[in-house]
């Protein structure tokens, strides 16, 4: 079956603009996790949604990140007015139920560079 | 705060060499362990996880790891590596209680030369 899917793959914004990070997650999924990837770094948790319900935002870095998952399947990641230090790769990981101790399943990741 | 630690960033070893990768954690309360294998152009995959029962554990591929409570530590190992095993490694760890983050360490970049 489809695994997890994000789009753009690559985004490439200039400092100050808003953009929006798309993920899929695999059909059926409760939970759904966002992660930021600076170079060199393991993934860093930003948030975590189960169904519809945003229930940890706590690694979000400030309030230009907002995300949504609002039919609790595809869920959108928003930063506005985009800083250098946005820079990074940013990973979604869906998982069947919410019990932590279950594998999270990642997509490909979009490579966010600003300019 | 809680953290992950990988103690290598970059291995480099010959096939059929023994590999161990250390990981050590700082986390209150029982967790859940995982190494999770990015290979060159993949996604991240589960390797293998821990939640309870036996301490030594066995994934895909060969690997296994231990979970040490007393040092809280999840090294992961495998008796002889293959070409084919070249990638970036994470171990990381989360809880069933107190929120919902997984906390991943630095990650180990394993190159094996044919």
């Known amino acids: 079956g489809a695994g997890v899917s994000q789009s753009p793959r690559y985004k490439v914004a200039k400092r100050g603009q808003d953009v929006a990070l798309r993920c899929d997650p695999i059909?059926?999924?409760?939970?759904l996790f966002w992660y930021q990837q600076a170079l060199g770094q393991g993934p860093e948790f930003l948030t975590y949604f189960q169904n519809e319900a945003q229930l940890d935002k706590s690694g979000l870095p400030s309030d230009r990140f907002f995300a949504e998952r609002p039919e609790g399947s595809v869920s959108t990641l928003k930063i506005q007015r985009t800083q250098q230090e946005d820079s990074a790769v940013y990973l979604c990981a869906s998982s069947l139920v919410a019990d932590l101790s279950y594998e999270q399943y990642f997509g490909p990741g979009t490579r966010l560079t600003v300019t | 705060a809680q953290s992950v630690s990988q103690h290598n960033h970059h291995v480099i070893l010959s096939e059929a060499a023994s590999l161990e990768l250390g990981c050590n954690y700082s986390?209150?309360?029982?967790?859940?362990l995982f190494w999770y294998v990015q290979y060159p152009g993949q996604h991240l995959q589960l390797l293998l996880k821990y939640f309870s029962g036996d301490p030594l554990v066995k994934g895909i591929k060969g690997f296994e790891a231990e979970f040490i409570k007393s040092k809280f530590s999840f090294n992961l190992r495998k008796p002889s590596v293959q070409w084919s095993d070249t990638a970036e490694y994470f171990c990381a760890v989360n809880a069933n209680t107190g929120g919902f983050k997984t906390i991943f360490g630095a990650g180990t970049r394993l190159f094996v030369k044919a």
């Open positions: 059909s059926g999924h409760v939970s």
């Open positions: 986390y209150g309360g029982t967790v859940n």
